[in-house]
């Protein structure tokens, strides 16, 4: 049994704690703001997703695949808006693109983990469908199989994939300003 959460809970605490985080949480996030950040969601999910998929890491665990539902979430509340990529997502698609299959397991773990655990709670209070916070199985069997696959020497890379998930959020804060 892997140690992961416990190895990056710090960095887990601090993305919790930056101020778009509590944004999303307040119920009254501008549905424009929101899909901005669903966008540059879908782009980071279909990039991570499309090399996963290509090099057989999400066999069995097929349905946690999200970025075709993040973009008809976007799409819903963004309705053929103009909306730049931040910075934050363009550097994060450029750094998976060089890591190794463990590695890369490591950002499936951060984003798909929450999806599945604090997705859960962002899901009420934001607007639109929420269907990329619908998963198809049970939920505690998705997360026991991505736990199994799980390595504490994936510590590092999962500390650098909240680190960009922090840039991203600050990123999305001064938007809000």
Same mark, same amino acid.
């Given at each position: 049994m892997s140690n992961?959460?416990?190895l990056t809970m710090e960095h887990h605490r601090s993305a919790e704690r930056c101020g778009f985080v509590k944004t999303l949480l307040s119920g009254s996030i501008n549905p424009v703001v929101?899909? $901005? %950040?669903l966008l540059n969601q879908y782009h980071k999910y279909s990039a991570l997703e499309s090399l996963a998929h290509s090099r057989g890491l999400l066999t069995g665990i097929e349905s946690i695949q999200r970025a075709d539902k993040i973009l008809v979430d976007a799409t819903e509340l963004l309705l053929h808006q103009n909306i730049d990529l931040l910075e934050s997502t363009t550097e994060y698609v450029n750094h998976i693109q060089t890591l190794n299959d463990h590695d890369l397991f490591?950002?499936?773990y951060v984003h798909h983990m929450g999806d599945l655990s604090g997705g859960q709670m962002i899901k009420k209070r934001v607007p639109g469908a +929420? $269907?990329?916070y619908d998963f198809d199985g049970d939920v505690n069997e998705i997360k026991k199989e991505i736990r199994?696959? +799980?390595k504490d020497s994936m510590a590092q890379e999962a500390k650098m994939c909240f680190d960009f998930a922090i840039k991203q %959020?600050?990123?999305?804060t001064q938007l809000t300003a």
């Amino acid at each position: 049994m892997s140690n992961l959460k416990q190895l990056t809970m710090e960095h887990h605490r601090s993305a919790e704690r930056c101020g778009f985080v509590k944004t999303l949480l307040s119920g009254s996030i501008n549905p424009v703001v929101y899909g $901005t %950040f669903l966008l540059n969601q879908y782009h980071k999910y279909s990039a991570l997703e499309s090399l996963a998929h290509s090099r057989g890491l999400l066999t069995g665990i097929e349905s946690i695949q999200r970025a075709d539902k993040i973009l008809v979430d976007a799409t819903e509340l963004l309705l053929h808006q103009n909306i730049d990529l931040l910075e934050s997502t363009t550097e994060y698609v450029n750094h998976i693109q060089t890591l190794n299959d463990h590695d890369l397991f490591a950002h499936i773990y951060v984003h798909h983990m929450g999806d599945l655990s604090g997705g859960q709670m962002i899901k009420k209070r934001v607007p639109g469908a +929420c $269907t990329m916070y619908d998963f198809d199985g049970d939920v505690n069997e998705i997360k026991k199989e991505i736990r199994s696959r +799980c390595k504490d020497s994936m510590a590092q890379e999962a500390k650098m994939c909240f680190d960009f998930a922090i840039k991203q %959020f600050n990123e999305m804060t001064q938007l809000t300003a």
